[in-house]
């Protein structure tokens, strides 16, 4: 069937998912049929626990699921607006009247993600019982990336990653950092997985949402790749674990097959600093193709993965920044036998309940157990008590950081934050920014050349995370697969359904004709492009698309590659959530680890710091992760208590 003669109704753009049928902020039916078989009572006006202020709900941002994270899908609209109002100089165009709270800190810290987070867990380490400090966050709830989006489908409660996803647990005693805070915070190494019933067919799932993808744990995962075209294809077809099976049945050339092969196996004889060094000298499509002497189908087909792990084509990523991530050739890729990474149901926001229920043990309902941190509400109206040693200060976005005076001898950096509308004013004796570049550079008011210089080579990527609650997958089933790859134009490159976790009473079934989540990591990058516009071209496409275009888009697309297998989406689709982050990642190129032409590395410069305000955010680690952000805000807040 034509797309074009494809009717709203087949699409199941007629159901009230589309139409945005609000109940008390949040969505009740969609798909033909409620989310649950009635209204939930803690859905209804007046019922059930607090939870967070409400927003407004548009066509942009569509409806934001239920729960602690209902409102803060991703960067939300009123933070995107409060955000262009900074980079625009709204602020700066007129005499700014504050508040002044009279608030006095030891350490005032900018952004509540990992970075922040980890900086306010080592000062409530390593801080005096009489110090004070303040964590502000401009988005309605703490986690930054670390989010996650929950959906009440038929009654059952599914969860799925915001955008900050994956772990490894360490080896016990280790001592790194990382074993550090697993043993404090008390999280667990061992979990349990949901059951797959004898009675069905054997299928090996995923635990997190990128195994599936080439070049990490392919191999282990049931993957069905779709080809529109290729050798010997006179229609869509699937094809199924084509890297298990090396590529044999796969409808590509023989010498692409073996091209491919040698690529995905490639092992470097040279490793060690200079090697790296030389990595960070050039592009991934530089080194694939200059330096080992593959075609351009190579690169070509392992941009989607770069593209989205990366931020940007691999003609403008660092070849070392590749390597950062495992990719093939690099001496860091992984084989057959790759583990596979671990993902927590919600993504790395258990990471982020951990901390704050450590920093405030009132935030979370329940306990410190995995269970109760997990399954509980938060208590947002615990994270700001007089009385806190340490604050959390949601819906507060800072405008304007600045040393009084000299910053070489000022003993106060003054804070300027917006929040309900309001300016106000906070001083510190030392501020750590644990915001993105992007951010910095703009709101702090007496940056030094050099940082303001080592910023603006700086650049980022979006990401749009994409969560559809469905109310079966029998689609998937009937295919033999739990992850789909497909090539060329479309939304995003992959999707799959995990083999998630059971913590408690979250214990969703795991069966084709139960309810599920099927999540896609969309990159919008684009190859040919200096690396900057590559950022501007992908940002334009992530955030100028209203939520009903993706969603229509989405459909479509479904509907094109499982309609032939079963898939309704008039019928098996119950919710769809977007998660539009416009930085989610830097965009590391050629230098950026090592420096180029002599010089040290923007990251390098940016570290050192000046005065009293320290840097500790995560795009400083390099490759981005959960546990480089904490290393980032650890090392500022050593830095920023050394100063009070």
Same mark, same amino acid.
């Given at each position: 069937m034509a797309k074009n003669k494809i009717s709203e109704k087949q699409l199941g753009l007629n159901t009230k998912i589309s139409r945005r049928d609000f109940v008390n902020s949040t969505l009740m039916g969609v798909g033909g049929s409620l989310l649950s078989a009635a209204a939930p009572i803690s859905l209804l006006p007046g019922c059930g626990p607090k939870a967070a202020p409400a927003i407004e709900k548009d066509a942009w941002t569509g409806f934001g699921a239920v729960g602690d994270y209902a409102n803060s899908s991703g960067n939300t609209k009123a933070v995107m607006e409060a955000a262009h109002k900074i980079r625009d100089g709204f602020y700066q165009e007129k005499q700014l009247e504050t508040n002044s709270s009279e608030e006095l800190f030891d350490v005032i810290i900018v952004g509540g993600g990992m970075s922040g987070l980890?900086?306010?867990?080592?000062?409530?380490?390593? @801080?005096?019982?009489?110090?004070?400090?303040? #964590?502000?966050?401009?988005?309605?709830?703490? *986690? *930054?990336?670390?989010?996650?989006?929950?959906?009440? =489908?038929?009654?059952?409660?599914?969860?799925?990653?915001?955008?900050?996803?994956?772990?490894?647990?360490?080896?016990?005693?280790? &001592?790194?950092?990382?074993? !550090?805070?697993?043993?404090?915070?008390?999280?667990?190494?061992?979990?349990?997985?949901?059951?797959?019933?004898?009675?069905?067919?054997?299928?090996?799932?995923?635990?997190?949402?990128?195994?599936? +993808?080439?070049?990490? @744990?392919?191999?282990? =995962?049931?993957? *069905?790749?779709?080809?529109?075209?290729?050798?010997?294809?006179?229609?869509?077809?699937?094809?199924?674990?084509?890297?298990?099976?090396?590529?044999?049945?796969?409808?590509?050339?023989?010498?692409?097959?073996?091209?491919?092969?040698?690529?995905?196996?490639?092992?470097?004889?040279?490793?060690?600093?200079?090697?790296?060094?030389? #990595?960070?000298?050039?592009?991934?499509?530089?080194?694939?193709?200059?330096?080992?002497?593959?075609?351009?189908?190579?690169?070509?087909?392992?941009?989607?993965?770069? &593209?989205?792990?990366?931020? @940007?084509?691999?003609?403008?990523?660092?070849?070392?920044?590749?390597? !950062?991530?495992?990719?093939?050739?690099? &001496?860091?890729?992984?084989?057959?036998?790759?583990?596979?990474?671990?993902?927590?149901?919600?993504?790395?926001?258990?990471?982020?309940?951990? +901390?704050?229920?450590?920093?405030?043990?009132?935030?979370?309902?329940?306990?410190?157990?995995?269970?109760?941190?997990?399954?509980?509400? =938060?208590?947002?109206?615990? #994270?700001?008590?007089? *009385?806190?040693?340490?604050?959390?200060?949601?819906?507060? /976005? %800072? $405008?304007? %950081?600045?040393?009084?005076?000299?910053?070489?001898?000022?003993?106060? =950096?003054?804070?300027?934050?917006?929040?309900?509308?309001?300016?106000?004013?906070?001083?510190?004796?030392?501020?750590?920014?644990?915001?993105? &570049?992007?951010?910095?550079?703009? $709101?702090?008011?007496?940056? /030094?050349?050099?940082?303001? !210089?080592?910023?603006?080579?700086? /650049?980022?990527?979006?990401?749009?995370?994409?969560?559809? @609650? #469905?109310?079966?997958?029998?689609?998937?089933?009937?295919?033999?697969? /739990?992850?789909?790859?497909?090539?060329?134009?479309g939304f995003g490159f992959s999707c799959n359904i995990r083999k998630t976790m059971n913590i408690g009473s979250y214990a969703p079934p795991l069966h084709p004709d139960k309810p599920a989540v099927l999540t896609f990591y969309f990159g919008a990058h684009t190859p040919g492009l200096p690396l900057a516009q590559q950022n501007i071209q992908a940002r334009m496409k992530v955030f100028g698309t209203s939520f009903f275009d993706y969603e229509k888009q989405l459909r479509t697309q479904l509907l094109e590659q499982f309609g032939a297998s079963g898939f309704d989406p008039e019928k098996d689709i119950a919710g769809i959530t977007l998660n539009r982050w416009g930085h989610a990642r830097i965009t590391q190129g050629p230098g950026f680890y090592f420096g180029k032409d002599g010089k040290e590395s923007p990251r390098e410069a940016v570290q050192k710091g000046y005065g009293r305000i320290i840097f500790g955010h995560s795009e400083l680690n390099g490759h981005q992760n959960w546990i480089g952000g904490v290393t980032q805000g650890y090392e500022a807040s050593e830095k920023a208590l050394a100063l009070t």
């Open positions: 980890g900086a306010a867990h080592h000062f409530k380490k390593n @801080a005096d019982s009489s110090q004070k400090c303040l #964590l502000l966050e401009n988005h309605p709830i703490y *986690g *930054g990336e670390a989010k996650r989006n929950e959906f009440l =489908v038929n009654g059952q409660l599914l969860m799925g990653p915001q955008g900050s996803n994956d772990f490894g647990v360490p080896a016990k005693g280790s &001592g790194n950092l990382t074993d !550090q805070l697993f043993e404090e915070l008390k999280i667990p190494r061992t979990f349990e997985f949901q059951d797959w019933s004898s009675d069905l067919t054997p299928l090996n799932f995923g635990l997190d949402n990128y195994a599936h +993808m080439t070049g990490v @744990a392919e191999s282990k =995962v049931d993957i *069905g790749y779709f080809f529109k075209n290729g050798e010997g294809i006179e229609k869509p077809t699937w094809f199924n674990n084509i890297w298990r099976d090396d590529l044999a049945n796969a409808p590509y050339s023989e010498n692409l097959k073996q091209e491919l092969l040698k690529w995905r196996y490639f092992t470097p004889e040279n490793k060690g600093l200079e090697f790296s060094k030389m #990595l960070d000298s050039m592009t991934y499509k530089e080194y694939l193709e200059n330096e080992l002497k593959f075609s351009s189908r190579v690169t070509e087909y392992i941009d989607p993965v770069i &593209g989205l792990i990366n931020g @940007a084509g691999s003609d403008a990523i660092s070849a070392f920044a590749a390597s !950062q991530i495992g990719m093939p050739a690099t &001496g860091r890729s992984r084989g057959k036998d790759a583990s596979l990474p671990l993902s927590f149901p919600g993504g790395n926001t258990t990471f982020s309940r951990f +901390m704050v229920k450590d920093l405030i043990p009132g935030s979370i309902g329940g306990k410190h157990t995995f269970e109760d941190i997990t399954n509980q509400k =938060v208590n947002f109206s615990s #994270l700001d008590q007089e *009385g806190n040693p340490i604050k959390l200060r949601m819906n507060a /976005t %800072v $405008i304007s %950081v600045q040393h009084e005076g000299d910053p070489e001898t000022a003993e106060r =950096v003054k804070v300027i934050y917006e929040k309900g509308g309001k300016l106000f004013e906070v001083k510190a004796k030392s501020v750590i920014m644990a915001s993105g &570049g992007w951010v910095n550079k703009h $709101i702090i008011k007496d940056l /030094t050349p050099e940082i303001q !210089q080592a910023y603006s080579e700086f /650049t980022y990527a979006p990401a749009l995370i994409a969560n559809v @609650a #469905l109310t079966n997958w029998r689609f998937m089933y009937k295919l033999g697969i /739990t992850a789909a790859q497909w090539f060329g134009d």
